[in-house]
């Protein structure tokens, strides 16, 4: 078995009146796309922030590239975004990402020419002597992006890299987290957005108050907490549909959109009955299929509207 | 090490590179020129030889006496002598008014018995010119008692001459150039800058530590390298500039200085110039020079801990400047009692100032350049400011590393404590 890129043992962070991470455990395996999901106040950061020696453990071990220290002392085989962006306003661009490459052990020699190559990718090639506070939000993020992962680390941690981004940029970062997996590079990032974690992640592990709630591949995920469901759309109003919906007989549970729902069928029921019900209710059917829940299902069902009240956070 | 000077070299290049540090660097020269010479200039030229008309009372030709010693005094232009009588005060003052006149002096047959007169001008506080007057009344009215009284005011003259008291710093055993005026100047200067150049560069450390915070810069570099690296190559950075500063001052003020004489020259009067300007521009030791920079040195690492803990302790540059006064106000208790050590560096208030870490910096120097020092006090000073830079450092070190990451309410006393126990 491949040594994991990151490794946590029964890790505990407690702040002063709660505990932010709850003996967590977890593996990732080198080369894949691995998803730290949870709701919001679930410990994402705290654990990221352990992973990169920002914070350490109360309890517990964190290993990365199988050695037991963090994220300062393999700096230059890391990278990390973190959630609340920052770079020095007055500072030019290159001379930023030069500083913060710098900083985590590689060459200026190296780092400028790098610098610029990837100023070029994302289409900043003209700004790179311009001070950061004269570009705009997304370029800015944009420019963080490229600090993460201009030294060009074998493990990429992003901690929700997605917050706050417009659907091109949202794009953008999304091509180079591909990307980067595909060069063999293993990406760790959190988010509490399921539908940009299931078209991307191999692996992923949801947590809640600090405690695991389930991990593994995306697959066996969908398999083991999967059942049986059924998504429906409709042509016009839905509303002749509700009694359907509320027969327990067929329908465990039913999300209900308006123009679609979301339906687990009921132990023993059958898909077919309720097409029947569905078509002698009146409504016009546009979709009927049977089909894996999403991972936005299996992640409301798993963690739960009281889970989802995070804790006061005296420290956040 | 590599990451270490990576942040030193940051602070450096992003502050030398700013306008600010040139707009500092022209203008501290130019400040600190003008304090030393501002008042020269004013001293040498005063406004000139003042117009004034003495009005006699006297029945014994003192009145005259008086006029004619005024007008032999370079500082007066005696324009007329007028009696005393009803209304002419009030027709002088008009003079006076409109500026025809700068005063008049009003003796009578009292100022000899009494020691009475008045002076009446637009400006009483030329000091210069007040005291020569009453230098002139005093020796008239001693001179015109003494005749009285038989005595030969030729032999007061002679018996009265008074001592001219050089005055000349011994520093170590060696009799240097500066004087006791200079040794004050100097000291006065020198408290002024210390006092602003530690407040400056501590203040540009807390907000760096502060900018990294509030940009959350820190928390990519806090991943990169332990936060007592970050702190060590900040201040070492922002220490550099300071030097460089000083290395620009140092040029400059040299250059204004030595232009100083000769615009000087031209103010003071011709015979005294070439002696009095030479005496009154400061001759600075080397050794006065290496004390300055050492406690500079020593206050800037003591201080600048403080300041940084101030920058990781605020979340914004409001809470920063409430929170900076504590720090501010330690700083200021030496810089306010530069005139006890000035005039007294002997005390034992001086020599309380000097141990203790926190005034020492501006203290020692101070009493350097008021007077001389034995070698062990300075010695013990700088053993106490070192172990306090040492101390003050890894606390400050402890508050930082929580500090930076904090984010919201300002942390209490008490949670500080916590801190640095952690």
């Known amino acids: 078995m491949l040594t994991p890129m990151v490794a946590l043992e029964r890790v505990t962070k407690r702040f002063a009146g709660h505990t932010a991470v709850d003996g967590l455990s977890l593996s990732v395996p080198p080369g894949v796309i691995f998803g730290l999901l949870g709701p919001n106040g679930a410990g994402k950061t705290t654990t990221i922030r352990m992973i990169m020696d920002i914070l350490e453990p109360d309890e517990g071990t964190v290993r990365l590239f199988g050695q037991e220290f963090g994220g300062r002392s393999h700096s230059a085989r890391a990278g990390y975004l973190p959630e609340e962006r920052g770079l020095y306003p007055r500072m030019r661009v290159l001379d930023v990402l030069v500083f913060l490459a710098e900083v985590k052990g590689v060459s200026r020699r190296v780092a400028g020419p790098k610098a610029d190559e990837w100023l070029d990718r994302l289409g900043l090639g003209d700004w790179r002597l311009r001070r950061v506070n004269e570009l705009s939000k997304g370029m800015q993020q944009k420019v963080q992006f490229i600090s993460t992962v201009l030294h060009d680390p074998d493990l990429v941690i992003l901690d929700e890299p997605f917050l706050g981004l417009d659907p091109v940029n949202t794009q953008v970062v999304k091509d180079a987290v591909v990307e980067l997996r595909r060069r063999g590079k293993t990406i760790v990032f959190s988010t509490h957005i399921m539908e940009q974690a299931e078209k991307l992640c191999d692996e992923l592990c949801i947590i809640a108050r600090g405690k695991k709630l389930v991990d593994g591949t995306l697959s066996d995920i969908k398999r083991t907490h999967g059942g049986h469901h059924l998504v429906v759309g409709f042509d016009g109003s839905a509303g002749a549909a509700q009694p359907v919906f509320l027969d327990r007989q067929l329908v465990k549970k039913a999300d209900d959109y308006g123009q679609y729902a979301e339906l687990e069928l009921a132990a023993g029921a059958d898909a077919q009955m309720i097409l029947q019900r569905l078509v002698a209710s009146g409504v016009r059917l546009s979709r009927f299929e049977l089909m894996e829940p999403s991972l936005n299902r299996i992640f409301i069902d798993l963690v739960g509207s009281e889970a989802a009240r995070p804790e006061a956070r005296p420290d956040a | ?422």
């Open chain 2, 1 to 422: 090490m590599r990451k270490v000077w990576a942040v030193v070299r940051r602070e450096f290049v992003e502050r030398v590179r700013s306008k600010w540090f040139w707009v500092t660097a022209v203008l501290g020269p130019l400040f600190f020129g003008a304090i030393v010479i501002i008042p020269m200039k004013l001293q040498a030229s005063g406004g000139g030889a003042k117009r004034v008309v003495v009005v006699d009372g006297t029945t014994t030709g003192f009145g005259a006496r008086v006029a004619d010693s005024l007008t032999r005094n370079p500082e007066f232009t005696i324009v007329g002598r007028a009696v005393f009588g009803a209304g002419v005060a009030d027709s002088l003052a008009r003079q006076v008014g409109a500026k025809q006149l700068d005063g008049f002096l009003i003796v009578t047959d009292s100022t000899v018995e009494t020691g009475l007169a008045e002076y009446d001008a637009s400006n009483v506080s030329s000091f210069r010119h007040i005291e020569a007057l009453r230098g002139v009344l005093d020796r008239l009215a001693v001179n015109a008692r003494l005749e009285r009284a038989g005595v030969d005011p030729g032999l007061v003259n002679r018996a009265q001459l008074r001592v001219d008291l050089r005055t000349r710093k011994i520093s170590g055993s060696k009799t240097t150039g500066e004087s006791s005026a200079q040794s004050f100047g100097l000291a006065y200067v020198m408290a002024i800058v210390l006092f602003l150049v530690i407040t400056i560069y501590g203040v540009n450390v807390m907000s760096s530590v502060l900018e990294e915070k509030t940009t959350r810069v820190v928390e990519v570099l806090v991943s990169s390298l332990r936060p007592f690296q970050l702190l060590l190559g900040k201040v070492v950075g922002v220490g550099a500039v300071s030097m460089f500063q000083f290395l620009i001052w140092l040029v400059g003020g040299t250059l204004v200085l030595s232009r100083a004489a000769a615009l000087l020259g031209g103010l003071a009067p011709p015979e005294a110039t070439a002696e009095q300007v030479a005496l009154e521009l400061p001759t600075v030791a080397a050794a006065t020079i290496g004390v300055f920079l050492t406690y500079f040195l020593g206050g800037f690492l003591l201080y600048s801990a403080m300041f940084a803990v101030v920058g990781a302790i605020s979340s914004n540059e409001q809470e920063a400047r409430q929170a900076q006064l504590p720090v501010m106000f330690l700083l200021m208790i030496a810089y306010l009692s530069v005139f006890a050590l000035a005039t007294n560096p002997g005390s034992a208030y001086a020599v309380a100032l000097s141990l203790i870490p926190f005034t020492a910096p501006i203290a020692m120097p101070v009493r350097w350049a008021a007077g001389s020092l034995p070698g062990y006090e300075i010695g013990l000073s700088l053993g106490i400011l070192a172990a306090a830079i040492v101390g003050v450092t890894w606390t400050a070190a402890r508050i930082y590393r929580i500090g930076i990451l904090m984010t919201g309410k300002r942390p209490s006393v008490k949670e500080l404590a916590r801190w640095v126990r952690a």
